[in-house]
């Protein structure tokens, strides 16, 4: 049973445009929400969290949203450039319930094209 | 301190031998994670230390499996008897002691495979 789905294995921007990676969620008491960026052979890099009580985050180029009622998040990437090709992962985890460990989604792979 | 740090990068070990990860988390920090990844998937979390506390552990932490972090400081993680299905890469993460702002920083992780 996967509790964290991201449905896209892949997906191509051009250079500039917004990059839009899906993610959709089945527990319930999961309250705190994180991408993470991974290059091959490395671990995986933070990048943007957002908790239960917000339904928006921003950091620069990154922006997250929540649509809790939906069990959905979704992360922008506004403008795309090439270095954020790589695989993204939307995780989630339980804090709320005293649980700090996180389920991870299978990755998108994103590919910006120059 | 430069983070998260993970020893050794690569590990090839024959099938049935011993093998022992060292993890180094950023200082500050308490909260210790394992994680196993295997090809195509996102990482599942193994087991989760508070200061020297193991306070998660999940069903995919089979008896081979042993972890410890004495004085609350690097942790271990210990395959016994590996398999070929151990294979994968193995990593670590820590993150603060705070109620907010818990997002665990990983190393970049010990790739092992059992021959």
């Known amino acids: 049973d996967q509790q964290v789905k991201q449905n896209s294995p892949s997906l191509s921007v051009q250079e500039g445009r917004i990059s839009i990676l899906n993610c959709d969620y089945t527990?319930?008491?999961?309250?705190?929400f994180l991408w993470y960026k991974k290059y091959p052979a490395e671990g995986p890099t933070f990048l943007i969290s957002?908790?239960?009580?917000?339904d928006k985050n921003e950091d620069g180029r990154f922006t997250v949203f929540l649509n809790k009622s939906a069990k959905h998040l979704s992360l922008h990437i506004v403008p795309s450039q090439p270095g954020d090709s790589a695989v993204y992962f939307c995780?989630?985890?339980?804090?709320?319930?005293?649980?700090?460990?996180?389920?991870f989604g299978k990755g998108t792979k994103l590919s910006v094209i120059p | 301190d430069t983070g998260v740090s993970q020893d050794p990068r690569h590990k090839i070990t024959k099938r049935g031998q011993n093998v022992t990860f060292r993890c180094d988390p950023i200082?500050?920090?308490?909260?210790l994670y394992w994680y196993r990844q295997t090809l195509g998937q996102g990482p599942e979390f193994l087991t989760y230390?508070?200061?020297?506390?193991?306070?998660?552990k999940s069903r995919l932490l089979s008896d081979r499996f042993s972890a410890e972090r004495p004085k609350g400081s690097f942790s271990t993680l210990e395959i016994q008897r590996t398999e070929q299905g151990d294979s994968a890469m193995y990593l670590c993460?820590?993150?603060?002691?705070?109620?907010?702002?818990?997002?665990?920083?990983f190393g970049q992780g010990t790739r092992l495979t059992v021959v």
């Open positions: 527990n319930s008491m999961f309250d705190y």
């Open positions: 200082s500050e920090h308490n909260r």
């Open positions: 957002i908790s239960s009580i917000k």
């Open positions: 995780a989630a985890s339980a804090l709320g319930a005293g649980s700090y460990q996180l389920t």
């Open positions: 993460a820590s993150s603060g002691s705070g109620t907010v702002n818990t997002e665990a920083f």
């Open positions: 230390f508070q200061n020297e506390a193991q306070l998660e």
